[in-house]
């Protein structure tokens, strides 16, 4: 027996159950304007950041933790920089391979550059180079934007 929309009484082995139906819309909300935002991916920029190395690699193996160090300094890249394609530098793995494989350095100055892709192959416009910074201490030290005359 439907009583009120939404309320409906079932008599069911001589018990009286109350249910309460709730229905939601179905329709979504329209846009409220069709703005073609440029994407802020597309630029391209360089900023320095501090990777600590430290709590990345807790837990990991000695015989495995520079190797993922490298996999982990690529995974940072490609989180800040959105392009897949992420190119380390030679002297930054050098600098992660310099105390061995297992005595990998606590933190790591990086300096990630997005550019444009000049291979006409490759399925992506951008890709990310990261290189090394090289810095007397980490105190203090925050993420900067860099000038492209400065690089």
């Not at 920029?45 to 837990?59: A, D, Q, S």
């Not at 394609?85 to 005595?103: A, E, F, Y």
């Not at 290189?131 to 980490?138: G, S």
């Amino acid at each position: 027996v439907a009583l009120r929309s939404g309320l409906v009484l079932v008599l069911c082995s001589g018990f009286l159950f109350r249910i309460e139906l709730c229905f939601t819309s179905t329709k979504m909300a329209k846009p409220k304007g069709d703005k073609k935002n440029k994407s802020a991916i597309n630029d391209i920029v360089t900023r320095e950041y501090t990777i600590n190395l430290h709590k990345r690699l807790h837990g990991v193996g000695f015989k495995k933790r520079a190797p993922r160090a490298i996999k982990e300094i690529r995974k940072f890249a490609l989180k800040q920089m959105g392009t897949p394609d992420v190119r380390v530098d030679t002297h930054l793995n050098k600098q992660v391979w310099s105390k061995g494989i297992k005595n990998v350095p606590f933190r790591i100055r990086v300096r990630l550059a997005r550019r444009r892709n000049d291979d006409e192959d490759s399925p992506h416009k951008l890709y990310t180079l990261v290189t090394y910074v090289p810095v007397a201490t980490f105190k203090k030290l925050q993420t900067e934007n860099v000038d492209a005359s400065q690089e």
